[in-house]
């Protein structure tokens, strides 16, 4: 037992080693440089929760938005979202959604964990953010109803029913289980609800969207409603694209767009970007592809393009002010000859335009990557393609620099570019006030405030080290949770949370000393030791 304990800490302690983590490591920067606004609704979880626009899916009864911030991350475990919890908690949410467990319980490629060490953590991250931020509604989802090789039915259905009783349990009216199971059972048949009996196209997520609506609305003085039409099933377009991106592009056939939105296209490094908060403005709009380094190609964006203007009933879709384009990572890492992806570039720049016929369109540069060859020989003649391609055109075309000042001596710096060649927070922050810079300029009108580098850059610090000291809170509670009441005494339990509650002060403190940090987490580690 002890030793089974020690290897669970120890995982707890480094989850960042699991596969997949540079696919997701660069998405949790940027949940570091972007701490939710006080009463937020935060949105936790793994790709069933990453891949929606729920900023966009709701309205309220006085036709406003809510103040939706997307935290899920596709792959995800709970090790990695209960290491990266405190970036969510350092401002008070509202309200907070989780849901975790999907990847979990998967046989393979993932932690493969128990159904009981699902439910610790959850615990542990329900129990942090009250003590956190005692005002925050939490509410728990159910694990989906899914059909796919690696996850046994009988692991959800348990991990369902030891979280729901544990709700029960607390039973308080700050934390809530809802229970999306059996309204979303037809997800694991596939066809109008799921491409691949796992993920959830728009019919799916109005189902969802219709659950929730009450609890968002929970002691507010407005009604909410879903922005999906009811007939989402028999309306919802992919542009002929499958997978993760068909799905996506289903949501974009029936989101609204109004004459004031900013929308962006693009591959997986759009899809990464949580655009609207980091450029402030709910008008700036997400319409990246699914997951994966690229992801997708240059005629992949323009199907989800054609899926984003078609007309569908119901759905009010003016041109917007302005559409912006980053796209070209499959074909610049590929072997096609440069005059055809240029070709194939501006044909798609072509697309654009006249789908949004009064809209200024702003074509976003490649950023660089780890390789002077690449960087040297397609990179850098395509960017410089789009430059003259935008100067030929200045009425309608702008060219944003997505390059410069990222590279040194022919490669990505890592500051911006890692892993091996995800853009990370610096990164997106860098070209968002460029992107910024250039809406000002044509629309003297708008302000578009992007943090500073500077203060990007302190926000990623300050989560690191809260994000520690979180950790190591889980890592005990987990470790205390799961070990029989044999392997401690009564006061090594008490010492771990006496030591917790001394990190919560520390966490409490608007900015945290590296070197006290460093102090607690050992303290911390110390206790949670004590488990035999």
């Known amino acids: 037992m002890k030793h089974t304990l020690c290897l669970l800490l120890a995982a707890l302690l480094a989850c960042a080693a699991w596969a997949d983590e540079p696919f997701r ?6 949940f570091k440089s972007l701490p939710p606004e006080a009463g937020s609704i935060v949105f936790v979880g793994n790709s069933i929760t990453d891949m929606h626009t729920w900023a966009e899916a709701f309205v309220t009864s006085d036709g406003q938005p809510l103040p939706i911030v997307n935290r899920g991350n596709s792959g995800t475990y709970s090790t990695e979202q209960s290491a990266n919890l405190e970036s969510y908690l350092v401002h008070a949410p509202k309200k907070l959604f989780l849901m975790i467990g999907t990847n979990d319980i998967a046989t393979s490629g993932g932690l493969d964990f128990r159904p009981e060490q699902v439910a610790a953590h959850v615990k542990s991250m329900v129990q942090r953010i009250h003590r956190r931020c005692p005002a925050t509604k939490v509410y728990l989802y159910s694990i989906l109803n899914n059909r796919t090789h690696n996850r046994p039915a009988e692991r959800w259905l348990r991990t369902n ?26 997800v694991a048949d596939g066809g109008d609800w799921s491409y691949d009996r796992l993920h959830l196209t728009a019919a799916a997520y109005r189902v969802w969207a219709e659950k929730i609506c009450g609890y968002l609305a929970e002691g507010e003085p407005f009604e909410v409603r879903p922005v999906y039409p009811e007939a989402a099933a028999a309306l919802q377009q992919n542009g002929g694209l499958q997978a993760s991106h068909g799905m996506r592009a289903t949501y974009f056939s029936l989101l609204p767009i109004c004459p004031d939105d900013v929308l962006l296209f693009g591959d997986a490094e759009v899809k990464a970007g949580e655009w609207n908060e980091i450029m402030g403005s709910p008008h700036v709009k997400n319409r990246g592809s699914g997951w994966g380094y690229g992801a997708l190609s240059l005629e992949g964006v323009g199907r989800a393009i054609d899926a984003t203007f078609a007309p569908t009933p119901g759905v009010e879709k003016a041109s917007p002010k302005a559409v912006a384009l980053y796209a070209g990572t499959v074909e610049v890492h590929g072997r096609q000859p440069l005059a055809e992806v240029k070709a194939r570039y501006a044909a798609l720049v072509e697309k654009l335009a006249a789908a949004a016929p009064s809209a200024k369109v702003y074509l976003i540069g490649v950023h660089p990557t780890n390789s002077a060859e690449t960087n040297a020989g397609r990179i850098g003649p395509l960017n410089a393609f789009l430059d003259s391609l935008a100067r030929s055109r200045p009425e309608r075309l702008r060219y944003v620099d997505g390059y410069a000042d990222m590279e040194r001596d022919g490669v990505a710096l890592a500051e911006y570019v890692r892993h091996p060649n995800y853009l990370y927070a610096l990164g997106y922050n860098l070209v968002a006030r460029r992107l910024a810079a250039a809406l000002e300029a044509d629309f003297p009108a708008d302000r578009y405030p992007v943090a500073s580098a500077e203060t990007c850059a302190e926000h990623c610090r300050q989560a690191t080290l809260r994000n520690r000291v979180g950790e190591a809170i889980t890592a005990g509670h987990v470790a205390f949770d799961l070990a029989p009441a044999t392997a401690y005494t009564p006061a090594d339990l008490a010492a771990f949370n006496a030591q917790a509650e001394s990190a919560y002060e520390l966490l409490a403190r608007p900015s945290l000393p590296e070197k006290e940090v460093e102090e607690m987490v050992e303290a911390l580690t110390q206790c949670a030791a004590k488990v035999q």
């Open 161 to 186: 029913a030891l979280v729901k009783a544990y709700v029960e349990e607390v039973h308080e009216s700050w934390l809530t289980y809802i229970d999306l199971y059996d309204a979303l059972t037809h």
């Open 25 to 30: 490591s660069h998405r949790y920067d940027i």
